[in-house]
């Protein structure tokens, strides 16, 4: 008897330890994430390197001021937030294995991250065989819709179609060249587009060409587009092509006094780079632009330029990446959870009432509500907005344009 008694001591203690631990929720429903009484572990992956960084610093950059605020303000579930960063260096190949590395070695309650596409459908698979959770930052060509992804970002409805809409209304454009980088994002978008332009604008494309990321040669596209004369050029080139793209066509004589130009893809991030004296006059189709002018946006504005310096700037993915941290935070809360699918199931209908944008609203399909707006490139580098649109319902998957 008294030898059964010794041999269940430990089991005592391990019980007795289990129970501490669980009236801590440290077991109760966060069994195999990184989650301590007093810490939590969420990842970054980005490219901190390569063609994309210009484009995908920006995110990183809001994506950790937004967790340092919320440390500041007492953590969330009385945890600090721990980052790990993997750089995903502008290779679909490489995010999908620092994803991997993220969820299964790491254990990370959550991932901010991706930029293009081609990344998020290289970790995808991963994110959902391993039930993580992924929230993304960028506008994209919808078409998709996961219980592991809150897009944070605008889909082609909000984005696309709204610019084909406005462009066509207040320009008369009838006839458009497509122009994009050579992966699936801008492929999808400009099928998208293309059936706008054909079947509901009754417009013509005149041309469509792709140019591999991190391509520097564009004049050869920009030839044909003298040649074409289109009233509208509808542009989706990323990354760092940008830069060459606008100061070629600007020393060619393509700008706005001569040919209308409206980018899915350049915000205040890629200006730096190709400067607005290089795109004046041309616009874009965002949700966000820093020169938003509400007490939301002028706080952020504020916060962003204490942490990153004076000059830096802040696009509409840098400012969709900063919500993702906050989103998480609001339904992890929701949930008295950091497990996945409890934190999954408390997303939908979570309000943003701080957001720069404004106000955003979780739906049901994972996207946000938010508004569409266009902006006009000015010479220093900041857009001037000219149209914006009421709260647009996201819809991942319109009918007639997939």
Known sequence: MAQRLIRSKPLLALSLLAAALFSQGVLADNEGLAVTPTEVTVGQLHSATGTMAISETGSIQAERLAIEQINASGGILGRQIKVIQEDGASDWPTFAEKAKKLLVNDKVAAV??????????????????????????????????????????QEATQQILASLDWIAKTKGAKTFYLVGSDYIWPR??????????????????????????????????????????????????????????????????????????????????????????????????????????????????????????????????????????????????????????????ASPGIELKTAPEGYVKVHENHHLWS????????????????????????NPFPKGYQ
Request: hydrophobic share 40%; aromatic share 12%.
């Open 371 to 394: 508004k569409s707006r266009i902006g006009e490139v000015q010479p220093d580098g900041q857009f001037k907005v000219i149209y914006e649109s009421d709260l647009v319902e996201p």
């Open 188 to 345: 999808t978008s400009m099928k998208i587009a293309r059936k706008h332009i054909e079947n509901v604008l009754h417009g013509t494309v005149v041309g469509e060409d792709y140019y591999p990321l991190g391509n520097t040669q564009f004049g050869s596209l920009i030839n044909k587009v003298k040649l074409k004369k289109p009233d509208v050029v509808f542009a989706a080139v990323v990354g760092g092509s940008n830069v060459a793209f606008y100061k070629q066509l600007n020393a060619a004589g393509v700008n706005s006094a001569k040919q209308t130009l409206l980018t899915l893809s350049v915000t205040e991030d890629e200006l730096l780079g190709i400067g607005g004296e290089n795109m004046a006059g041309f616009y874009a189709s965002m949700k966000y632009f820093q020169s938003l002018d509400n007490p939301n946006n002028k706080a952020f504005v504020e916060a962003f330029k204490a942490k990153y310096g004076k000059d830096a700037v802040i696009g509409d993915v840098t400012q969709a990446a900063y919500l993702g941290p906050w989103l998480w935070k609001a339904a992890v809360e929701k949930a008295g959870s950091f497990d996945v699918d409890k934190v999954v199931a």
């Open 112 to 153: 901010f991250g991706c930029w293009t596409s081609a990344s998020r459908k290289a970790v995808l698979p991963i994110f959902e065989k391993e039930n993580g959770l992924l929230y993304y930052p960028t506008f994209y060509e919808g078409l998709e819709q996961s219980k592991n992804v809150i897009y944070t970002g």
